[in-house]
């Protein structure tokens, strides 16, 4: 941390109505680098009377942000923008200690969460309600678009910054406040963020951020209260499951976005190296752990053993390391439970037939890094096909037909991300049309951009973020019907 320029972006507690909430017998816990396990800052946890603070601060701040003319939203957002662009170096090298990705990527993701910032910043002037034309002639019917109230954001560790960005911009660009529970594991990019709205002048309570490791307490908080109208949440379809239970008895609307299950297709008229650099930016971005990255590589059988041998080759180039080694690409795993988890899908599927043709241990580094793995001869009885792995290994399945890898694709509760590879015009139609998922990348590796609907289908959740779609979840339609017009 001594490496952080900008020190007024370090923050030790949670950000409410304005002010840093800490002392006061706090018990606090450690953040830690998951390159070497080494304590990063030692930050303190929010009370559930803080996480009752917030909730007021934010329904005390809502009446008159929601009131603010949308170009003064879009000027705020804008400043905050401006804020996080200036401080890229410091907001990565942070983001970098706390999460272990490399610091290219964390750059990456300070840039692509800075995008969704500047985009609803444009989109706060552009909603627009609208006048249908009525059933009777003494009658008009007219829709408002308004902000739905104080929301609750609660996000992962995987993207420390830019899936706060991608809920709490909408959010703020049509005039509802926020309150935002980061990961325990990386809550210090979220204090950074909340610094820089703080410096850009968001008024008191509009935005507010609560530290803990108690998630389920602050969790339960949210869900029971009334005045939370609604959250939004990115995680794991377990905990995204346990929140939408809770919320039932608020009706809260619900964004979700959960986990996935990612087919990566590869057909025989594929361009085959396209192919394996899409493979590896999908597969091995963030050390494997995304929502969105390759999980079951399919690959037709007339080209199976070329792609194997040309993937390998790209990534047996891969450099595994700390997030300031030279050349890195590939960071540790967040935690000891990470590691463990692809340890144990690795054996079962070598375990019940497959092959490794490359990795398949944890790195000579020690700690939290994983070797970039491929596994060959995987199938469908192995924990690998049905299990989110998040992790560096990418298992090849063979195919034989277009009908049977569809099937294959779509047999999963989840629906997030698709990939394939094909150059034939009515297949591309045909498989983009038949693969049950949220999003399909064809003939790309990489689909996230704030121009574009992000979210799933089936158990990976609902809502999409970013877009001109994007405000929609932070919105409520309002229907005025005008008789009496004779
Ligand atoms: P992951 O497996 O990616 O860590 P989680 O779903 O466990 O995903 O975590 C995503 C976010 O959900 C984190 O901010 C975490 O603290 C929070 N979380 C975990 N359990 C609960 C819970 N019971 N209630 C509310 N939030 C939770």
């Not at 939203?73 to 490399?102: C, H, M, T, V």
């Not at 989110?388 to 399945?397: H, M, Q």
Request: aromatic share 8%.
């Amino acid at each position: 941390m001594d490496r952080v320029k900008n020190k007024s972006l370090l923050h030790k507690s949670s950000f409410i109505n304005g002010t840093w909430v800490k002392g006061d017998g706090r018990t606090s816990f450690n953040v830690t680098n998951p390159a070497n396990g080494a304590p990063l800052m030692s930050v303190e946890n929010a009370t559930e009377a803080d996480v009752h603070l917030a909730i007021a601060s934010a329904e005390k701040a809502f009446p008159s942000f929601r009131s603010l003319p949308a170009k003064s939203r879009a000027i705020l957002l804008r400043k905050w923008y401006d804020l996080i662009i200036e401080n890229i170096d410091d907001l990565a090298l942070i983001l970098s200690l706390e999460q272990g990705k490399p610091l290219a990527e964390a750059r990456g993701e300070i840039l692509y969460g800075a995008s969704y910032v500047e985009w609803f910043s444009e989109e706060a002037r552009r909603i627009y309600g609208d006048i249908i034309p009525a059933a009777s002639s003494d009658k008009r019917i007219l829709t408002l678009k308004q902000p739905i109230g104080v929301v609750a954001a609660i996000t992962p560790w995987n993207f420390p910054s830019a899936m706060i960005t991608r809920k709490v911009a909408p959010a703020l660009a049509v005039g509802c406040t926020v309150i935002i529970k980061p990961s325990e594991e990386t809550p210090l990019s979220a204090l950074a963020l909340a610094e820089l709205a703080k410096q850009a002048g968001f008024p008191e309570g509009v935005l507010n951020v609560i530290v803990t490791k108690d998630a389920a307490m602050a969790g339960d908080i949210f869900c029971q209260s009334s005045v939370i109208r609604k959250l939004s949440f990115t995680g794991s379809t377990a905990v995204g499951k346990i929140l939408m239970r809770k919320s039932a008895d608020t009706v809260k609307k619900l964004s979700m976005e959960l986990g996935g299950n990612a087919p990566f297709i590869v057909f025989d008229d594929a361009d085959l190296d396209a192919a394996v650099k899409g493979a590896i930016a999908s597969k091995y971005r963030n050390a494997g752990q995304t929502c969105v990255c390759a999980n079951r590589i399919f690959v037709q059988e007339g080209v199976y053993d070329a792609f194997a041998e040309k993937l390998k080759i790209e990534v047996e180039r891969l450099n595994v390391g700390s997030f300031d080694t030279k050349d890195v690409a590939i960071g540790p795993l967040i935690n000891k439970a990470a590691i463990e988890k692809v340890t144990r899908i690795i054996a079962d599927a070598t375990g019940k037939g497959a092959k490794i043709l490359l990795g398949g241990e944890p790195h000579a580094l020690g700690h939290h890094f994983h070797q970039p793995t491929i596994l060959t001869n995987v199938t469908r009885d192995m924990a690998c096909f049905s299990e989110e792995i998040f992790g560096p290994v990418a298992p090849l399945y063979k195919f034989s037909s277009e009908e049977e890898v569809i099937k294959l694709a779509n047999d999963t509760p989840y629906g997030l991300a698709s990939y394939f590879y094909a150059r034939d015009i009515g297949r591309i139609w045909r498989v983009s049309e038949a693969l049950e998922y949220g999003m399909v990348g064809i003939n790309e590796g990489i689909i996230s951009s704030e121009a574009a609907p992000f979210g799933g289908v089936k158990e990976s959740g609902n809502g999409r973020e970013g877009s001109k779609y994007g405000t929609d979840d932070y919105l409520e339609i309002k229907y005025l019907c005008m008789g009496g017009l004779t």
